[in-house]
């Protein structure tokens, strides 16, 4: 699944909070306020657009306690990141995974030697 920048720092923000409280409830602020002391200020309404697009993918879930929203993560970041290399293969190597790690191992030299 495929997942922009911002939508990215988002999840990373939910990983983050989930790595000191797996149980907590996170609120479109509370993702507002983690991004901001990373140094990144965002608007509350462009967090709450992205973290609706993130919701219609299925990564995360919406639900209501009282009057409020929270969100919960769908997955976590390894089962992102496998995801994303399967997406990545697919698309790139015909879903050849030899091929991929090829390429990986061929460019990451050419990477070191510059």
Do not use: H, P
């Not at 495929?2 to 923000?13: K, P, R, S, V």
């Not at 929270?70 to 997406?87: I, N, Q, S």
Request: a negative charge; glycine letters at 4%.
């Amino acid at each position: 699944m495929a997942c922009g920048f911002l939508e990215m720092e988002i999840l990373n923000a939910f990983w983050n909070m989930n790595s000191v409280d797996e149980d907590r409830d996170i609120s479109i602020q509370d993702v507002v306020d983690e991004l901001s002391s990373n140094g990144v200020e965002r608007a509350y309404t462009t967090i709450k657009t992205v973290m609706d697009r993130l919701v219609a993918k299925s990564i995360l879930v919406r639900y209501k306690t009282g009057k409020k929203f929270f969100y919960k993560v769908t997955m976590d970041k390894r089962e992102m990141a496998l995801d994303m290399m399967k997406e990545f293969t697919n698309n790139f190597f015909d879903g050849d995974v030899s091929k991929m790690v090829r390429f990986v191992e061929k460019e990451t030299v050419e990477l070191l030697v510059k």
